[in-house]
């Protein structure tokens, strides 16, 4: 079961310290699938701020 502390890492390692995904896969227990889509939901997340904010 995924922790919100380990996706917020995974997304840290990528956003913020520039790590590749297949790092942060080789570095975690969890596959590069898996990380892309974390990676994923937050930039739509982040999308659809920005459309709120425009509106």
């Known amino acids: 079961m995924i922790k919100l502390n380990d996706k917020a890492n995974i997304l840290i390692k ?3 310290e520039g ?3 297949r ?3 080789r570095e975690s227990e969890f596959s590069r699938n898996t990380i892309r889509k974390y990676i994923r939901d937050h ?7 920005d459309k709120a904010k425009s509106r």
Request: hydrophobic fraction near 40%.
């Open 14 to 16: 990528h956003f913020v």
């Open 19 to 21: 790590q590749s995904i």
């Open 23 to 25: 790092k942060i896969s």
């Open 43 to 49: 930039d739509e997340k982040l999308q659809d701020l």
